[in-house]
């Protein structure tokens, strides 16, 4: 058996082990165990930082110069799976649907390449298997371990199912949006359904700032920006011969425009309390906001796609998802690169019938190896 079909059989392996055993947010103990079991095996230096769950690995080359950092995610998501395949989870209620099994399989496959290739290394590259991406609080938690400490520039992909194997989607600034989240409380005056002009209705009120707020897109903001603005719940009442006092909305705001979302917030904050005193209710609205805009660093578009190309594999122009990434959060304190990783998948990210061709794992693999090699070989674009 060559090395890239053992390679190609260890990487299959893993992500099936992962995907059997899948773990939420904080909680991937024996998937930390997992990884670091094979990284031991296979040679590779771990780093020793105060993570709780996930960890850092290193390749150091053979040659003196900066430091850079690959990325996986390892977190599973709270659903059922219903892909068919054998080595579906075992764990009931979770799953492996966005494919940080394949992230986290993959990386360890770059991380073993670059181990060959130490001669190759200027410089040293770091391999961060980060925990709870998918409750957007893995990486602050990672970085505040001082994991980016020394750290020039970090690297990282999303499988893509759209995208076919052998496929790399490349694109310079916004890649993924930012995810903000915002609450609304109506509170009028409840009572009786018969005789409304006795109360002050929160749900005509909120069914009212509802509307409003896709105003906002049409009249407030850039028509050239991308921004998405859903309200996702609407809850008031409890029977239906009386008036409630409060209606509660909930939802969620989306763009590719970093300096947009202080703008957004504010007029609907400004809509909200503007309508509900109109109709002598009040407006209680509160924003919380998740995660940045994934920005690709244009410096590392050209050496993306040479990557790709070395690697025998072709490089696309990246479409842009409205979905969120925490490695956005990496990119707000150094500059970063994230891709798109064709995996030819049947379904979207979080379905349960979510699923990829594991070819991709050696494709993956390969080319963060070369994509290392690469960036260390560009010195002058890690500072």
Known sequence: MSTTENLQSKLIAYRRELHENPELGFKEVETTKRIRRWLEDAGITILDYPLETGLVAEVKGELEGPTIALRADIDALPIVEQSGVEFSSKVEGVMHACGHDFHTSSMIGAAILLQSRRSELKGTVRIIFQPAEEIAQGAVYVAEQGVLDGVSAIFGMHNKPELPVGTIGV???????????????????????????????????????????????????????????????????????????????????????????????NRMRAIAEAIAESFGARADFRWFSYLPVVNNDSRFTEIAAEAATKAGYQAIEAQQVPAGEDFAFYQTKIPGYFVWMGVDGPKAW?????????EALEVAAKYFAELSIQALNKPELLK
């Open 171 to 265: 694109r310079s600034g916004s890649l993924m949006a930012s995810v903000d989240r915002f609450e609304l409380d109506i509170i009028g005056v409840g009572g009786h359904a018969g005789i409304p002009n006795d109360a002050i209705d929160p749900i005509v009120i909120a069914s009212q700032i509802v509307s409003a707020f896709q105003s906002i897109v049409s009249r407030n903001m850039d028509p050239f920006h991308n921004i998405v603005v859903s309200v996702t719940k609407l809850q008031a009442g409890n029977t239906w011969n009386v008036i409630p006092e409060k209606a509660e909305l909930e939802g969620t705001v989306r763009t590719f425009q970093e300096e947009t979302r202080e703008v957004i917030s």
């Open 350 to 358: 979080h379905h349960p019938e979510f699923t990829l061709k594991e």
